[in-house]
């Protein structure tokens, strides 16, 4: 796949859009109520179950089938991990606003995490970067 994201199964203008405009209100004023109360390591789970997401091409998974949701073991045998362990990581991103827990153990994702499977934004984006 090139930088630019021509061949992955989602358009970088498609992934920026919000999965349910009618939330978006609700998150930002949260963001803003939150956004002085954060210190640099408050999100270092998430940033780590986001890396973890990316790195282990769990996210890319994901999106076969059009993104349909899938099972934490379709996943996890998609990329070669335990079910207990995927399913963990995917709850969390889940809870995290990452994704939506469709059902019992599955997923689905949301626009933004859709877009950290172009490599472009993916590999720009700082939990990408962290070493795990």
């Known amino acids: 796949m090139g930088s630019d994201?021509?061949?992955?199964?989602?358009?970088?203008?498609?992934?920026?859009?919000?999965?349910?405009?009618?939330?978006?209100?609700?998150?930002?004023?949260?963001?803003?109520?939150?956004?002085?109360e954060l210190t640099e390591n408050d999100d270092s789970v998430s940033r780590a179950a986001l890396a973890i997401g990316v790195q282990s091409k769990m996210l890319e998974a994901m999106l076969t089938d059009e993104g349909s949701p899938k099972t934490a073991t379709e996943i996890a045998q998609a990329i070669d991990a335990g079910a207990s362990l995927a399913d963990r990581i995917l709850r969390h991103l889940a809870a995290m606003g990452y994704g939506t827990e469709t059902g019992p153990q599955i997923y689905k994702l949301t626009n933004f995490s859709r877009a950290l499977t172009i490599p472009i934004i993916g590999a720009g984006y700082p939990s990408s970067r962290v070493p795990y």
């Open 5 to 36: 994201g021509a061949n992955v199964p989602i358009k970088p203008l498609e992934a920026t859009i919000p999965s349910d405009w009618a939330v978006v209100p609700n998150i930002v004023s949260r963001i803003a109520t939150y956004a002085n």
